[in-house]
C-alpha cells in the first residue's frame, strides 16, 4: 500500500529551528511536495522537490533523498505566524498525489 | 504565484437544497482542476479530477450524482453538491494544475458548507 508518515505533532520556540521528517512508501515517484496549511484555511505550496538534495527559499528549505524515501522540510528563525500543520504529499507514477496526515507546529514564545 | 479563487468563502444552507461552488483560476489556464473535501482535523480527501472539457473522474466512494463537477472552461469548475444534507456539512476546497501532471496545484480558499 501507499503510505506516508510524518510526526502528529512538533513544539518550537520562536527564532529557533525546527525540522519536518517526512518518509513515504508509494508506487512510483513523480515528485514531493509541502504545504502549509493554517486553521480552517486551504493549503498553500511551500516547495516541491524531485531530484535528491535540498532546496532553500528563504526560511524554509526542502531536502530529499529518493533512495531512502525521505524528505524534510526546515524552518528557520521560527515566527509565530509560522504555527500550521505542514502537509507532505508525494506524487506517486499515475501522477496521484498522496496526502501525509500533516504535522501541526505549535510555535512558543 | 498563481491565484485560484472559491465563491462563495462559506454557505449555510437547508437540508434537501442543492449548492453551487465556484472554483476560478484567475491568472493562469488550469487545464486540471480537483476537487478535495477536508473534514476538521484530518487530511485532505481528493473527491474528483475534471479535465476541461471532458467528464471528471470521480474517486471511489463519491457519488456523482451527489456531487455534480461541470469544468467548462480552462478557467472555471464548479462543485454542485445536490440535495445536501448535515453529513454533506465539510470544508470544500478546489486546486488548479496548468498543464503537466508534475505541475503544481495551486488551491482556492475554500468553501464551508454548512448543511442545517
Known amino acids: 500500500g501507499q503510505n506516508i508518515d510524518q510526526p502528529t505533532e512538533m513544539t518550537a520556540t520562536e527564532g529557533a529551528i525546527v525540522q519536518i521528517n517526512c518518509t513515504y512508501q508509494t508506487s512510483g515517484f513523480n515528485g514531493l511536495f509541502w504545504y502549509q496549511q493554517h486553521a480552517g484555511e486551504a493549503p498553500t505550496f511551500l516547495s516541491y522537490n524531485v531530484l535528491d538534495g535540498l532546496e532553500e527559499k528563504g526560511r524554509f528549505s526542502s531536502f530529499l533523498s529518493r533512495s531512502k524515501g525521505y524528505s524534510y522540510l526546515l524552518l528557520k528563525e521560527l515566527q509565530m505566524k509560522d504555527s500550521a500543520s505542514y502537509l507532505c504529499v508525494v506524487m506517486d507514477s499515475n501522477y496521484q498525489l498522496i496526502w501525509g496526515a500533516g504535522t501541526k507546529l505549535i510555535i512558543k514564545p | 504565484g498563481a491565484v485560484v479563487s472559491q465563491h462563495p468563502s462559506w454557505v449555510i444552507c437547508k437540508s434537501g437544497t442543492s449548492v453551487k461552488i465556484e472554483c476560478r483560476s484567475l491568472d493562469f489556464q488550469a487545464t486540471t482542476m480537483f476537487w478535495y473535501r477536508q473534514f476538521p482535523k484530518q487530511s485532505l480527501m481528493l473527491m474528483a479530477t475534471?479535465?476541461?472539457?471532458?467528464?471528471?473522474?470521480?474517486e471511489q466512494g463519491v457519488e456523482k450524482d451527489k456531487f455534480l463537477i461541470n469544468h467548462a472552461s480552462l478557467t472555471l469548475s464548479t462543485l454542485t453538491v445536490t440535495s445536501a444534507h448535515p453529513e454533506d456539512s465539510s470544508f470544500y476546497i478546489c486546486s488548479a494544475r496548468e498543464g503537466l501532471e508534475t505541475d503544481t496545484q495551486y488551491f482556492g480558499p475554500g468553501t464551508r458548507l454548512t448543511v442545517l
Open positions: 475534471s479535465n476541461e472539457g471532458s467528464k471528471a473522474t470521480y
